[in-house]
């Protein structure tokens, strides 16, 4: 990996997000208006802290794999990765530059959700905020570097769209989130151990529930070693363009 052509790709695609004010709103804006939605739903404090911690997780998650992936698949469609890797640009620069790009707006993403959560939604905390913030940008990671190892599988953005029944949504379903795993079958429980999602869902419950602060960062070091591993893999599945 070159450094120098990492920091070039970081630079690119901050340039350009920063020139797409809908992709703005959509990344910083959006997931804080669901999380506020839901907790006007439940209208109940304590129902919210009982399921925001949840909600902290799946939303951001969701909504960077898709902007991330749909970035990438739009570098091959308009021939610009094929152009770029005529440079000395290689693949690993161009995925770790994208998911460093994807990373700062992760923390601000995750500073903005977590603190709407929390200061105007009434989330009860009761360990560290900065726990909790820290689960947010690592869970966001890993929505940014699962949607560049899925875009190089997509040939459209419509494609992209049916990805999410394969690689989301079963992980939302058994993270969780709408049913205790406890109470899952053994089968779907085993399952569940092994989805990167579910880590991320139980570390903001840890964080949000209790003061020890080991068993969230043990979480936190799954989901990111997670996020390493999508992103070594989107580096070696990357295309230079779409047929």
């Known amino acids: 990996m070159n450094p120098r052509l990492t920091a070039a790709t970081t630079r690119r695609v901050l340039e350009q997000i920063r020139h797409d004010p809908r992709t703005v709103g959509l990344l910083l804006v959006v997931p804080s208006l669901l999380i506020g939605l839901m907790a006007w739903i439940f209208n109940d404090g304590r129902l919210f802290s009982a399921v925001g911690p949840d909600l902290l997780g799946l939303f951001p998650f969701i909504i960077m794999f898709l902007i991330t992936s749909i970035t990438t698949l739009r570098e091959r469609r308009s ?47 009761q360990g560290n905020a900065w726990l909790l913030v820290l689960v947010a940008v690592a869970n966001a990671l890993l929505g940014t570097t699962l949607g560049l190892f899925a875009s190089a599988f997509a040939a459209t953005e419509f494609q992209v769209v049916q990805f999410m029944p394969l690689l989301v949504f079963p992980q939302a379903l058994l993270g969780g989130i709408f049913v205790p795993r406890d109470r899952m079958p ?58």
Request: include cysteine.
């Open 79 to 125: 021939g610009t990765l094929e152009r770029l890797m005529t440079t000395p640009l290689g693949r690993f620069d161009f995925i770790v530059g994208y998911a460093i790009a994807f990373g700062l707006l992760a923390v601000v993403q995750s500073l903005i959700a977590v603190g709407f959560a929390v200061w105007v939604c009434g989330l009860s905390v």
């Open 186 to 243: 053994d089968v779907l429980r085993a399952i569940s151990d092994w989805l990167p999602l579910t880590h991320a869902i139980e570390a903001f419950q840890h964080a949000a529930g209790t003061t020890d602060s080991g068993s969230v960062l043990r979480e936190v070091a799954v989901v990111l070693a997670w996020a390493v591993a999508f992103t070594a893999l989107g580096s070696v599945t990357l295309r230079r363009r779409t047929a």
